[in-house]
């Protein structure tokens, strides 16, 4: 027996299909992506370690001393003012320095402009520790990590994460245009990074 045909489903209905359907695969990437990128944070943490443990660092160290070495930062900075470069928070950032000016490698000194304020410096020793001992292991890390990049590579990378990061900023403090935690530094290296490629000779991929 024939059968009745069925009635053509409204163009309405195929839109809510077709949004439902994209939605899902956006949202099946977005999942991929912050799972990677917690894995990735997570090895950041071992294996940055690894990589600095000989001179006694971690990585809140690591990043601590990069943020305080910055010319940006040569007359010293203030814990909040380095809590919100470095997106932590000032309790967890307090022991992180304490230890390490116990260690010798910062010291914490009245702000000349604000008796009231502390500014954290680098000490000539701390100074030594990241310039001639930290920095030459951390770039060693990075040359194994990003194997097989180009700079475009990193560049382009570095341009999404800065999108993802400023969306984050956004949920975090609403309206709150404060420290870009120094995405400045970022963008201008993006550019120099993407003029630079722009200007390097062409050559065929390698099979």
């Not at 940006?72 to 000016?101: C, D, P, T």
């Not at 309206?175 to 290296?189: I, K, L, R």
Request: glycine share 8%; net charge positive; with cysteine.
């Amino acid at each position: 027996m024939p059968q009745r045909p069925q009635a053509a489903k409204p163009a309405s209905a195929s839109r809510k299909t077709l949004e439902q359907t994209e939605h899902d695969a956006r949202m099946a990437l977005a999942n991929r992506l912050f799972f990677r990128l917690y894995q990735c944070a997570n090895m950041l943490h071992k294996t940055g370690s690894r990589a600095v443990e000989a001179e006694g660092l971690t990585t809140q160290q690591w990043a601590v001393l990069g943020a305080i070495s910055r010319p940006a930062a040569e007359r010293g900075l203030g814990i909040n003012e380095l809590a919100r470069y470095l997106m932590v928070s000032r309790q967890n950032l307090s022991g992180v320095v304490a230890r390490m000016e116990r260690a010798g490698h910062l010291r914490c000194e009245a702000d000349p402009q604000d008796r009231r304020s502390r500014l954290v410096r680098l000490t000539p020793s701390g100074r030594e520790l990241w310039q001639q001992q930290a920095l030459p292991k951390i770039h060693g890390y990075y040359e194994q990590v990003l194997q097989g990049f180009s700079i475009n590579d990193s560049a382009h990378a570095l341009h999404y994460l800065l999108k993802i990061l400023d969306n984050m900023k956004r949920i975090d403090t609403p309206g709150n245009e404060g420290d870009d935690g120094g995405a400045g530094e970022d963008d201008a290296a993006v550019q120099g990074a993407s003029r630079r490629s722009a200007r390097a000779p062409r050559t065929s991929p390698t099979r």
